[in-house]
């Protein structure tokens, strides 16, 4: 969720979309950290943040929060598979 200024507010799994409550608020649904790298993010990183939190995409963020992209997994996966060929 993006607020008026184009800040981050929270991600949302659709996991959690799917079990939660029926008007079940969405602050009481997203987690309270927001886990995101910034632009400058290598790839190590990128594959640290994915491994830890098992994310299908990660939130690029720069440095007031403003959402400057997504990540798919999907992309990782595959600078990875080109690194060992």
Do not use: C
């Not at 910034?38 to 995409?57: M, W």
């Amino acid at each position: 969720m993006i607020n008026k200024e184009g800040v981050l507010q929270g991600v949302i799994s659709v996991q959690s979309l799917l079990t939660a409550r029926s008007h079940q608020p969405l602050n009481e649904i997203w987690p309270q950290t927001l886990i995101s790298v910034t632009p400058e993010a290598n790839y190590k990183k990128l594959v640290e943040a994915f491994t830890k939190y098992k994310f299908q995409a990660l939130p690029v963020l720069d440095e007031r929060n403003h959402l400057k992209g997504v990540i798919p997994f999907q992309s990782v996966l595959d600078i990875l598979m080109m690194k060992i060929r």
